[in-house]
Nanobody, 124 residues
Framework: QVQLVESGGGLVQAGGSLRLSCAASERTFSSRAMGWFRQAPGKEREFVAAISWSGSNTNYADSVKGRFTISRDNAKNTVFLQMNGLKPEDTAVYYC?????????????????WGKGTLVTVAS
């Protein structure tokens, strides 16, 4: 059973930055694509960013492009989401997810394991 544990969420002022981390429990982490998704109150879960197994391929939602950066450290079984220029509309629970494939997807139905999420609140 794969376990994904997110950390780094919190309260930040608009324009500020946060760095989310997601630690995976298994050794096959380095062969699998990873993604970040978010869900705001009353809204559906949406794609934020994804990264391929090697880190050579990334994809971002238009709403975060240029502000967020996804990266991974396969030696530490960890994926990161650096969030700069945060806006109140970025407020949501952020979820880390793993896909049983090397290539990325933006579809949450294409992910196989999920963390429990970490709350990000951006105050105006």
């Amino acid at each position: 059973q794969v376990q994904l544990v997110e950390s780094g969420g919190g309260l930040v002022q608009a324009g500020g930055s946060l760095r989310l981390s997601c630690a995976a429990s298994e050794r096959t982490f380095s062969s699998r694509a990873m993604g970040w998704f978010r869900q705001a109150p009353g809204k559906e879960r949406e794609f934020v960013a994804a990264i391929s197994w090697s880190g050579s391929n990334t994809n971002y939602a238009d709403s975060v492009k240029g502000r967020f950066t996804i990266s991974r450290d396969n030696a530490k079984n960890t994926v990161f989401l650096q969030m700069n220029g945060l806006k109140p509309e970025d407020t949501a629970v952020y979820y880390c997810a793993q896909r049983f494939a090397a290539s990325i997807t933006t579809n949450p139905n294409g992910m196989n394991y999920w963390g429990k999420g970490t709350l990000v609140t951006v105050a105006s």
